[in-house]
């Protein structure tokens, strides 16, 4: 509770930025609300456990900051995280929206961006990259750098969801990519792939895995032990390549 106030203030600061705060308890959703109404939250919380053992941690309240690709970068007490650590993370984000004030020409690309047309904003901005006004040309480079950066942001996930094998999260990236990057060379690409993993029995697979593995999680603490165990080995087997089915194979241990 002590650091909700500065949790509060940093969010002000950077969330347009790209710097998101995103809190975790294990309450329910009743006593989650009315924390968040009493002491003004304006950042997201969401419900889950187990939180220490899975980015590690020796109590609470601790903080964790996770790079693009979802690698904890920072970990402590969220009283130690100050500005000048976040300014330095957030300098080569994406903002979530253009702020500054540039030439007037380039309007439609920055609402087009701040709307999360980024390719439509590629489309307007890419009019005035060669203008002959050093003012435009240099206001136009900043707005493409911008949408550039979002563009590494999004390719960084999605790599990230290619490492670990998860292909049904990376279809759902790259068709999230290919909406907000709808008529550029990027968002066909991503469209194209996304289209490609979705025929593919690996994407198959990892969903069928995912869908057992989500309806034995509820019964796994009501079941015998060797039940169970039994149960997980048999996800962990049939699918053994999928995030599911790596999953079920740690989760088995534990019986």
Same mark, same amino acid.
């Given at each position: @509770?002590?650091?909700?106030?500065?949790?509060?203030?940093?969010?002000?600061?950077?969330?347009?930025?790209?710097?998101?705060?995103?809190?975790?308890?294990?309450?329910?959703?009743?006593?989650?609300?009315?924390?968040?109404?009493?002491?003004?939250?304006?950042?997201?919380?969401?419900?889950?456990?187990?939180?220490?053992?899975?980015?590690?941690?020796?109590?609470?309240?601790?903080?964790?900051?996770?790079?693009?690709?979802?690698?904890?970068?920072?970990?402590?007490?969220?009283?130690?995280?100050?500005?000048? @650590?976040?300014?330095?993370?957030?300098?080569?984000?994406?903002? %979530?929206?253009?702020?500054?004030?540039?030439?007037?020409?380039?309007?439609?690309?920055?609402?087009?961006?701040?709307?999360?047309?980024? !390719?439509?904003?590629?489309?307007?901005?890419?009019?005035?990259?060669?203008?002959? *006004?050093?003012?435009?040309?240099?206001?136009?480079?900043?707005?493409?750098?911008?949408?550039?950066?979002?563009?590494? %942001?999004?390719?960084?996930?999605?790599?990230?969801?290619?490492?670990? !094998? *998860?292909?049904?999260?990376?279809?759902?990236?790259?068709?999230?990519?290919?909406?907000?990057?709808?008529?550029?060379?990027?968002?066909?690409?991503?469209?194209?792939?996304?289209?490609?993993?979705?025929?593919?029995?690996?994407?198959? *697979?990892?969903?069928?895995?995912?869908?057992?593995?989500?309806?034995?999680?509820?019964?796994?603490? *009501?079941?015998?032990?060797?039940?169970?165990?039994?149960?997980?080995?048999?996800?962990?087997?049939?699918?053994?390549?999928?995030?599911?089915?790596?999953?079920?194979?740690?989760?088995?241990?534990?019986?």
């Amino acid at each position: @509770m002590q650091g909700v106030p500065h949790l509060i203030e940093l969010n002000n600061k950077f969330r347009e930025r790209g710097f998101e705060i995103v809190a975790v308890s294990d309450e329910d959703a009743g006593t989650i609300e009315k924390f968040v109404k009493n002491k003004g939250i304006n950042y997201g919380i969401i419900k889950a456990s187990n939180v220490l053992k899975t980015y590690g941690g020796t109590g609470y309240p601790s903080a964790w900051v996770l790079d693009v690709e979802g690698k904890v970068i920072w970990k402590g007490h969220p009283a130690g995280l100050t500005d000048a @650590m976040v300014e330095d993370w957030v300098k080569d984000l994406a903002p %979530v929206k253009i702020t500054k004030e540039v030439h007037k020409v380039l309007k439609n690309a920055v609402e087009a961006y701040n709307k999360g047309e980024f !390719g439509k904003a590629e489309s307007e901005v890419d009019k005035y990259l060669s203008s002959d *006004d050093p003012v435009v040309k240099t206001d136009a480079e900043f707005v493409d750098g911008v949408i550039e950066k979002r563009r590494a %942001v999004g390719e960084a996930k999605a790599a990230k969801a290619r490492d670990l !094998g *998860d292909l049904p999260k990376l279809a759902k990236l790259l068709e999230a990519e290919a909406k907000a990057f709808d008529g550029s060379e990027h968002g066909k690409k991503c469209a194209e792939e996304a289209k490609s993993i979705k025929a593919s029995k690996e994407f198959k *697979d990892c969903v069928k895995a995912q869908s057992e593995l989500d309806k034995l999680k509820p019964k796994i603490n *009501d079941m015998k032990a060797e039940k169970a165990k039994k149960a997980l080995e048999k996800i962990a087997r049939d699918f053994p390549n999928t995030p599911a089915g790596k999953e079920a194979a740690e989760l088995a241990k534990d019986f």
